[in-house]
């Protein structure tokens, strides 16, 4: 049985369609990703979820519960990470913990070995209040709140959002380490470069989801020929290759561009053409598509 | 159960915390009651007067004499003329102005009668009434001093009603009686109400009433949780405040003081229960404030602490019957100076009962967990 089953919800805010017709599913025991840029519907999908929006149409089930109906059941299977830190400032680290923990009927003992790995972390910081931590700490403490009742399904809305380049990878780890407890996460984040480390991903956008499938068959949705191309003069080249009679698509990608072609283009193709155009230095070269290239193609075509 | 006492145990724990909100709410309260009841006194004193005298006469002297030589008035000194009365009134360095007219002496000996003219500032109508009524206590006592000399009969001998007011429960009309039992619940509203609403929207506002509504926890267990503990810091409140009214203000406690506590904790019952509608109607904390400032100021103009309620206009009476401040100020005087028992404030206390029931019903139904 899947553990979240989502089946034509729909919810607006006024005229704002934030979430519009969305249908997918999560397995149990699966890492999946909802990643979108900001303002996609994620967090308003969340909050449907976890029982504090009602949805205006569609159902959905968490752990065998609807969301609607069984709300007061659901709420004790399920963990729940806002995207902002919202723990109380003034207490301390074990107090906050103690304090979600005896909420859900149970205690920090019981489900330890669930948070442990992550506790031991804090364990130096037990009596400093929550609001004196650093970011990644305040993470770190929001996660083990919410794991400390021993959910079936764990909710992170964009848990790395505005945390620096290593909490982020610390914090995926650990998210790795939990499937061996059996949990279900659905985790929403804004940066695709994360994408590979859920099982599934699923990209959203406008209140759609455009795509589902695993990071690799995400990047094989791209069918075309891509080209990462470089030459001194940037700016001109973008220019150039986006007049270019071959071209569908050109994006800025760090220090190359991206070049999306019709089919039968080869970079000798392009190289042809760059020097037609006086660019120096030029080099163009076939690559694989990432998620990234899947997702701007996707969002380009709908 | 179990929960909603860890629930208080965690506000007590932050409120206990919060240091110089902890000294506040305990030092506010005694500090508004001592300044307030010295403040609001309504006695009038340093009334300046000003004499325009066009007769230079004993009389006029002796008139004049008769407010240079009392407490309430300051005299201003002696004015040539009219149009210089009106300078001094305009520029405020004269509350009242006493024209006496020429040949007033005259007029009094040989018409039996005289007039005179008393130019009062009106800036402040209350004030300007009571030196109006100084001052004519003292004119009529002239006059009667006057007429005994002229007619030359005794005074006393003159068939004269006399009138000798006794003051009930408020013998020597001190106003600290008067104002501290008043005052004392009025404080409470500011820990019950204030406090409260800007507890529950600060939660809103840091997310952690969004966690809270992710758990298991019920919607009475939340409000339970929220509503002891402000309860009982508004008892203790309540206790010093009492103290400080009985001790250093010397109010008789007439009435049963059980009786007192029992309408402290229903009152309270009602300021967390209107804390709580507002909250439930606020998002941030600046609205929660603006909200309890206005029905606060609203409560205390209309309530009666300040001026009695019989004199307000008609529509102020219908603002009043859902006044709760009105019928606790009423009981605390009528049970502190009077003695009443729980017999003679049963309206009070039905009203205040429906008033507190209605807050809660009403803020429980407007806190949805689920919006």
């Known amino acids: 049985m899947d553990a979240i089953v989502i089946e034509r919800i729909s919810k607006s805010f006024g005229e704002t369609k934030a979430v519009n017709d969305v249908s997918m599913s999560v397995k149990t025991g699966e890492l999946f990703g909802l990643i979108g840029p900001d303002g996609a519907g994620k967090t308003t999908l969340f909050k449907i979820l976890v029982t504090l929006l009602r949805p205006d149409a569609g159902q959905a089930t968490v752990a065998g519960f609807d969301v609607v109906k069984d709300y007061r059941r659901l709420r004790t299977m399920i963990g729940y990470m806002p995207g902002r830190f919202s723990l109380y400032p003034d207490l301390s680290v074990e107090e906050n913990l103690t304090f979600f923990a005896t909420v859900f009927g149970t205690t920090i003992s019981a489900n330890y070995n669930l948070i442990r790995d992550i506790y031991v972390q804090l364990e130096p910081f037990k009596n400093r209040r929550a609001g004196a931590l650093s970011g990644g700490m305040k993470q770190k403490l929001a996660l083990c709140c919410a794991l400390i009742h021993k959910p079936d399904v764990l909710f992170l809305d964009e848990p790395t959002t505005g945390v620096d380049a290593v909490s982020r990878k610390e914090f995926w780890e650990m998210l790795q380490r939990l499937k061996i407890h059996g949990l279900t996460m659905l985790v929403s984040t804004p940066y695709m470069d994360e994408a590979n480390q859920c099982d599934r991903i699923a990209l959203m956008q406008t209140g759609q989801i455009l795509a589902i499938d695993t990071p690799t068959g995400v990047e094989q949705l791209f069918d075309k020929p891509l080209f990462a191309v470089k030459a001194t003069e940037t700016y001109q080249l973008i220019q150039d290759l986006r007049r270019a009679p071959f071209t569908e698509t050109c994006y800025a990608f760090g220090e190359y561009l991206h070049l999306t072609t019709h089919a039968g283009v080869t970079p000798e193709t392009v190289n042809r053409y760059l020097i037609m155009h006086q660019h120096q230095h030029s080099e163009v070269k076939p690559i694989q598509a990432g998620i990234e290239d899947s997702f701007m193609a996707l969002m380009q075509h709908g | ?371």
């Open chain 2, 1 to 371: 159960m179990n929960r909603t006492l860890f629930l208080i145990e965690k506000e007590f724990k932050q409120i206990f915390r919060n240091s110089v909100l902890l000294r506040m709410m305990i030092a506010a309260p005694v500090l508004q009651l001592i300044l307030l009841t010295y403040a609001a006194n309504f006695e009038v004193k340093n009334l300046t007067i000003a004499v325009v005298d066009g007769d230079h006469t004993t009389y006029a002297q002796r008139l004049t004499g008769k407010f240079r030589y009392i407490d309430n008035f300051q005299f201003l000194g002696y004015l040539p003329a009219y149009k210089s009365a009106y300078r001094e009134l305009l520029a405020g360095r004269a509350d009242l102005v006493l024209v006496i007219p020429p040949h007033f002496e005259r007029d009094l000996g040989k018409q039996n009668g005289a007039s005179l003219q008393l130019l009062v500032s009106a800036i402040d109508g209350s004030k300007a009434g009571i030196a109006t009524g100084y001052a004519q206590t003292i004119i009529r006592n002239f006059n009667d001093d006057i007429r005994a000399e002229i007619v030359s009969i005794e005074p006393g001998s003159r068939p004269v009603l006399n009138v000798e007011n006794q003051y009930w429960y408020n013998p020597r009309l001190e106003y600290k009686t008067f104002m501290v039992p008043g005052i004392l619940f009025e404080l409470l509203i500011l820990v019950g109400g204030m406090i409260a609403a800007l507890n529950i929207v600060r939660e809103k506002e840091i997310g952690t009433q969004e966690q809270l509504n992710v758990t298991p926890i019920k919607k009475h267990e939340f409000i339970l949780g929220k509503l002891t503990p402000f309860v009982l810091i508004g008892l203790v409140q309540f206790t010093m405040g009492l103290l400080v009214g009985i001790f250093l203000f010397r109010i008789p406690a007439e009435g049963s003081i059980m009786l007192m506590y029992g309408f402290a904790f229903l009152f309270l019952l009602l300021c967390v229960g209107l804390g709580l509608l507002i909250s439930a109607i606020s998002d941030t904390q600046q609205q929660a404030m603006f909200a309890v400032f206005f029905c606060l100021v609203l409560f205390i103009l209309l309530s009666g602490l300040f001026s009695s309620t019989e004199n307000m206009p008609q529509w102020a009476q219908y603002v009043n019957l859902v006044n709760p401040l009105r019928y606790i100020i009423e009981v605390g005087r009528n049970v502190m100076l009077k003695g009443s028992s729980f017999r003679d404030v049963q309206t009070q206390f039905f009203a205040l009962l429906i008033i507190a029931s209605s807050l809660i019903g009403l803020a429980s139904w407007r806190y949805r967990k689920t919006v």
